[in-house]
């Protein structure tokens, strides 16, 4: 493959693991697709082997640009900052923890090139701390969506791909720039403004592994782990288990991400469209559900696809059965 066109690497850093960080950071440089530049910004780790690492690597590979933070700022700046110091033609977010197949940008190009979309997402394998498999496929494993081309709502209506997976143009890129304060996800974001233009494309093969341990913060955990989280933590009252439903995944998870995707478009004037602005007025009535909404046929519209399995059954229990699914919330 030609590979004369640069791809960008944001990789964002924290208080890491050692191991996983150099794990990571050594599948990247030996990617089979060459033309990479590795930036990496770490957000004011208190680790000192975190830094003196980080060094080390950028004095053994002209490849990596290091940037190191005097104050955290939070994963969500940070990547926005990553993507302040990006020129490239192609730019892929990267966690500091997992582990790329020596073949997962040279198969995204190819892909952005052939499809000519300004996005491509893979499958991953999920790992444990030990970077043993322990899911084949993580879209299978957590029911995520898979869409293909161009105005999918399910892009507006939910998180459609994790960060890591995904590689894009410099003009998705430049149109994120800079994060509005509405941005909840950049991996939302990205998606969202491919979907609007020249589409998306699904690798359908993992093209890396996806470390799940302690420390992950989001996406590794189920739904169950979460949960059993947040009653720890809050409680298990009607009270706390209405605050789980409404604040933790109705506005977090779900309405956040379309207010924010909708800003956007009004922003770059991108096509407008009645059922992004009903999704919104969809989830905004579900908040104010108290003991039933009837608005089933919403959900299918805009949330439900193909294989998304006991999801849905989670899902619709929640957002339109709060008072049967507090009792699930009781005994999980």
């Known amino acids: ?19 996983y960080l150099k ?14 530049n590795l930036i990496i910004s770490d957000d004011n780790s208190q680790k000192k082997e975190v830094i003196e ?5 950028e004095k053994q590979d002209e490849r990596i640009t290091l940037y190191t933070r005097k104050e955290n700022i939070g994963y969500i700046k940070n990547f926005e900052y990553l993507l302040t110091k990006s020129n490239a033609e192609y730019i892929a977010f990267a966690d500091h923890d997992d582990i790329w197949y020596e073949n997962k940008i040279e198969e995204c190009i190819k892909t952005l090139k052939e499809k000519k979309v300004d996005l491509v997402y893979s ?15 993580y879209i299978k494993y957590k029911n995520m969506p898979i869409i293909n081309g161009k105005g999918n709502i399910l892009a507006f209506s939910r998180h459609i791909a994790i960060g ?16 509005s304060k509405n941005v909840m996800a950049h991996d939302w974001l990205n998606v969202y403004l491919a979907s609007k233009q020249n589409g998306i494309a699904y690798i359908q ?31 298990i009252s009607y009270k706390a288990y209405k605050k789980y ?20 478009r009004e922003k770059l004037k991108l096509e407008n ?3 992004e602005e009903n999704v919104i007025k969809y989830y905004e009535k579900l908040l104010k559900t108290n003991i039933l909404n009837i608005m089933l046929g919403k959900y299918k519209k805009y949330l439900e696809f193909k294989g998304i399995g006991k999801r849905k059954i989670k899902e619709t229990m929640l957002f339109h059965f709060p008072l049967i699914s507090y009792i699930v919330y009781l005994i999980k």
């Open 1 to 19: 493959m030609n590979n004369n066109e640069k791809i960008d690497i944001l990789l964002a850093t924290y208080n890491t693991n050692i191991q």
């Open 164 to 179: 890591c997976s995904t590689v894009f143009t410099k003009k998705i890129k430049e149109q994120m720039l800079p994060f």
């Open 205 to 235: 093969k993992p093209l890396f592994g996806y470390r799940i341990h302690s420390t992950n913060e989001f996406g590794g955990r189920s739904l169950e782990q979460n949960l059993s989280k947040w009653k720890k933590e809050n409680g």
């Open 123 to 137: 499958d991953c394998n999920q790992i444990n701390s030990n970077g043993q498999v322990i899911n084949e496929s």
């Open 23 to 36: 794990e990571q950071i050594n599948s990247i440089l030996n990617q089979t697709y060459k033309n990479i």
């Open 53 to 57: 690492t980080l060094k080390k690597y």
């Open 245 to 264: 439903r409404n604040e933790r995944v109705i506005k977090t998870a779900y309405l956040n991400g379309s207010i924010m995707c909708n800003e956007y």
């Open 273 to 275: 469209s009645k059922e």
